[in-house]
Nanobody, 122 residues
């Protein structure tokens, strides 16, 4: 079992930056693939970024490549999402997720946080 808690959301102007964090409980955090997803009002939840257990492999949604960076600190049981050059269309509730397998985290992550709101004003 992994419990996930997101933090760092807020209101920012377009072009600004935010850093989200996802704190995980449990001793096996370092063995899990982790990911960020988001859900905008009236839309389905979508994949944003994923990182494998060691941090050596990452994957991004095309529209955030070059602007967002996913990372993790296994010693602190924490994953991060650095978001730069934010746009109004990035406005959503952001969720962190964990799964045993990197190859399947995008489609069937087993563990989810409660979400943190990110609002980008124009």
């Amino acid at each position: 079992q992994v419990q996930l808690v997101e933090s760092g959301g807020g209101l920012v102007q377009a072009g600004g930056s935010l850093r989200l964090a996802c704190a995980a409980s449990g001793r096996t955090f370092s063995s899990y693939a982790m990911g960020w997803f988001r859900q905008a009002p009236g839309k389905e939840r979508e994949f944003v970024a994923a990182i494998n257990w060691s941090g050596g492999i990452t994957r991004y949604k095309d529209s955030v490549k070059g602007r967002f960076t996913i990372s993790r600190d296994n010693a602190k049981n924490t994953m991060y999402l650095q978001m730069n050059s934010l746009k109004p269309e990035d406005t959503a509730v952001y969720y962190c997720a964990a799964d045993a397998l990197f190859n399947t985290i995008i489609t069937r992550a087993n563990y989810w946080g409660q979400g943190t709101q990110v609002t980008v004003s124009s």
